[in-house]
Structure formats: C-alpha cells, structure tokens
C-alpha cells in the first residue's frame, strides 16, 4: 500500500485540482467527464511524454485548463487527441460509456450466438467477403444448429456480405440467417481463380447472454513414440475459475506425462497479465524467482516506482497463482502445476495477440519455442480501467455516470530486453489456414497441429523456414474492441502496479 499512498499523491501533483462539478440536479457535464479524461490520461498513459497537451505544466491556469476542457464536445474526442500515434504505435487503447459492460466483456461475458467467424476474399481487391467458422461454442444457438468449423457463408439473410456491409449485418444484429456455401479450388492450387459456391442451406442464430471458457480444448495425443499434450486455449479471462480450471488441465498432462507441448494461440487475442505469467509458470518450473518480463511505464510513474519499489517492475515465474482484493487481502491461492519443459510449440495466427505474445516473448529467452503459423499481431503493451473517482478505483467512482477509459499504461520487455514488436512475433515454421481445409480442432490431421507433430517426430513435412507469413487474404476486423487487450486488474495494478 506504500506504493499506492506514493503513486496517488503523484498523480495529484500532475493534475490540476479543479473539478468543475455541476451540482444542477446531480447532472453530470462534458466538461466533468473531460476532466477526468485529461488526469487520468496525464496520470497513466504509457506515451504521454509523446504528447504535448499531457505535459505536467501545459496549462498556466485553472482558467486554461478550463477552456482547454470547454474545446471538447465530448469526452471520445479528447481522449482522441490524446492518442499516440493511432494508426502505428497505440491501436489500443480505448474509452468506454458503460464501464459495467466492460467489466463483464473481461470475466468472458458477453451476447454470442457461439459461432466464432473470421472473414476472407479471394483478391485484396473484392468487395465481396466470405465468412469461415472458427468454431463453435458449446451450448449456444451455433452448437444447436449443428453448425461447424469449416462451414462457409456468403450471406446474411440473403444479403451478399461486402467489405461494407458485413458489420451492420454480423455483428450489429443479435438475430439473423446465414447462407452457406461451398469452397471450391477449381481443381488448381492457385487461390485467385478459387470460388464459393451457394448452396440452398441456411442456418438461424440468435445472440444470448454468454460466458466463454477460454478452455477450449485439451487432449493427449499418442503420436510415435511420442506422448503429446495438446491445448487451445482462447482468452486470458483472469477469472478464477477459469484460471483454476487452467491449472487442472497442466495437472491432467502431468499425470499422463507428456513430453511436448502444443499450445493453440491462434484465436487467443490476450487478457490478464497475471494469468498469461501463470501459464509461462505452468509450462515450465524450473525457472521460479527468475525474470520472465518487467514493465516500463510513462517516465513520471517509472520514476516514482524506481525511487520506491523497483521490485514492482518485475514480473517473475512463480509457484502459485495468488489474488488480491482492494484491501491487499488474498482472495484466491492455489499452487502451480508444472511441466518442466524445455521447448513448446505455439500455433498463431494475426488473431494471436498482447498477453499471448507475452507468453512467447517471456518464455523465448528460457525455452525453445516453436511458433507455427502466421505473425502475430504485435502488441505488447498493456492496459488497466481507470474509473472517474479520486484514485482511479472502482470505489467511489462518480455515480452520475458509467464512463472509464482503458488506456495501454506500460510495456512489457523480455528477460534480453526485448520489446516493440509492432509487427509481430514471427513463426518458424510459416503456414496459413486454409479456408477451404481447415480440419477438425485437436485432431492430428488439422494442418497446424499436424505441423507441429511432424516437427516433434522429426518428419520434416513442414520444416521450411518463413521470414514474414501473413494471410493476405483475410479480412481482419474486430468484432469486440476488446478482443485484443492484455490488461492489468485495477486492484493489482493499485496495490503494486503489479
């Protein structure tokens, strides 16, 4: 807590004290909102020594700091002009109106109707997209309607999807009808001259309230003389049960003592700091108390962890998994299950993102790791949610309204020091899903986990070395703003910045 007391009095010396509250009716203001946009921003952003308007002595006066505020029609513009570099540097971070909903979207709740799709075209230039399933969550209105991974839809209620159409017509609707069609090659393995072909199936989805066991999948495949684990794992929720459930499925291959590792990133999109430094404890052991990353943040709050608690910069491989709530108090503990490898196998795809590839990068310098797939998507800053209250709690947050923003606050840096991997981690073995074959999750034919048993076999049927694999061909999009976010838990980051 001594560091909390030390970064709380900080923030206050950097923002200005003026609140401007609208007392009228309890009604919150725009320039009440802005306020807290703009100290919590200059408190918290990882590149705020980037941008002029965060600068501790940017305003002369309550009355500039005012009319600075008054500039601003509404709180997403100047949070948007606080950004870094949009387009390149900071992709990430984000203001939300209804913080209750965020919260809920980090525990894996959210409407789904089960049917997790990527999107694709034949040409970078068509207009017309198609829609691939991914796969399918159990219990859901995709299960029920026997849809697949693999099944291909060219349509939405009868609607042709577009470049342009496809977000009002997926993801805008909680009901609609999609039109499946079949992938066909054409007989050549040139993919400009593949097609889709409609077939008169349709299929009804509707969107319920839903919460994803990031757990997918996990077997143990007896391959040669070979006794393989085999992991998709698709969120780092942080909840702890999912987190508890994690550690069971380490303790499942423990007991069937297996020699390798294949851990499924390839729909992974990131989440917890926390639980993503557990799996790098469960896949290894051998290296408890020793640096799988540290973090860097903006130079005012480096400085004051620095001059306070350094340790708080380093994030090491541990034995347990440990909670705290707000008071400091542990809230959940449960031993670590470790496997003690030596080398792991990671399929990814540009879907696989922030605390998978801290994953990657945390464990690169330690063990060998076998990336399969495609790039990844690069980002390695994290993020916590900074509510409108006096230190950025939950508590005590103003009750007029549910705004919060959830700014990338730090970096994160391998043990060797490396970082800014805007770009991607980059596989060593490069292979793309095909659309039009992308087999059944788990099974030893599935092309990616087929890569990586022929690769622990010693086979080499798919020992090419890759520099730079990226599908050109799909269509990246994000259908939840928050599907790429690796963030730090407000009670962590607060009491340790941790």
């Not at 940017?58 to 500039?71: I, M, P, Q, T, V």
């Not at 040139?190 to 097609?195: Q, T, Y």
């Not at 947050?397 to 980059?426: C, E, R, W």
Request: hydrophobic fraction near 40%; charge should be negative.
């Amino acid at each position: 807590m001594k560091l909390l007391k030390h970064i709380l009095i900080l923030c206050t010396c950097l923002s200005l004290t003026s609140c401007f509250e609208d007392n009228d009716d309890n009604l919150i203001s725009s320039i009440d909102i802005n306020d807290f946009v703009w100290k919590g921003m200059n408190a918290f952003y990882l590149y705020k020594d980037e941008i002029p308007d965060l600068a501790n002595d940017r305003f002369a006066s309550d009355e500039g700091y005012s009319s600075y505020l008054n500039s601003f029609s509404a709180p997403e513009a100047l949070f948007e002009s606080l950004i870094f570099q949009r387009e390149t540097t900071d992709r990430f971070s984000v203001i939300v109106r209804d913080y209750i909903a965020l919260e809920q979207q980090f525990q894996g709740t959210s409407v789904s109707n089960g049917m997790e799709f990527g999107l694709f075209r034949f040409n970078a230039s068509d207009s017309q997209i198609y829609g691939y399933v991914r796969y399918v969550l159990p219990n859901t209105s995709a299960e029920a309607n026997n849809l697949k991974r693999g099944d291909i839809f060219y349509a939405v209620n009868g609607t042709a999807l577009t470049i342009d159409n496809f977000r009002n017509l997926l993801l805008a609707s909680n009901s609609y009808s999609i039109n499946l069609g079949n992938y066909n090659d054409n007989g050549t393995p040139i993919i400009a001259d593949d097609s889709i072909t409609p077939t008169e199936t349709t299929i009804a989805l509707t969107k319920a309230a839903y919460t994803e066991n990031p757990v997918y999948l996990h077997t143990v495949l007896d391959v040669g003389n070979e006794t393989v684990g085999y992991l998709m794992y698709n969120g780092f929720t942080g909840t702890d049960a999912f987190d508890s459930q994690l550690n069971a499925v380490f303790s499942e291959f423990q007991s069937a003592g297996i020699s390798d590792l294949v851990l499924d990133l390839r729909y992974n999109g990131g989440g917890s700091v926390n639980t993503a430094i557990w799996l790098s404890s469960m896949i290894t052991g051998q290296f408890t108390g020793d640096l799988l990353v540290r973090e860097e943040w903006n130079s005012d709050i480096q400085a004051e962890i620095l001059a306070n608690n350094p340790e708080s910069l380093l994030n090491p491989f541990v034995d347990q998994m440990i909670k705290t709530n707000g008071n400091g108090e542990v809230v959940f503990q449960e031993n670590i299950n470790h496997l003690n490898l030596n080398k792991v196998y990671v399929l990814t795809t540009e879907n696989t993102a922030s605390a998978s590839e801290l994953v990657i990068n945390g464990l690169n310098p330690y063990i060998t790791v076998i990336q399969i797939g495609t790039k990844t998507r690069g980002k390695y800053q994290a993020s916590t949610t900074l509510y409108d209250s006096p230190n950025f709690r939950r508590t005590e947050a103003n009750p007029n309204h549910t705004y919060a923003m959830q700014p990338l606050i730090l970096k994160s840096i391998n043990s060797v020091g490396f970082t800014d991997f805007d770009n991607g981690l980059l596989p060593q073995i490069g292979l793309e899903e095909n659309f039009g074959n992308l087999g059944v999750l788990g099974n030893e034919n599935e092309p990616l986990l087929a890569a990586a048993l022929a690769d622990i076999q010693g086979l080499g049927r798919f020992n090419q070395t890759i520099n730079d694999v990226s599908p050109t061909l799909e269509v990246q999009f994000e259908a939840d703003p928050f599907e790429n976010e690796m963030y730090v838990a407000p009670n962590d980051f607060l009491n340790g910045l941790k």
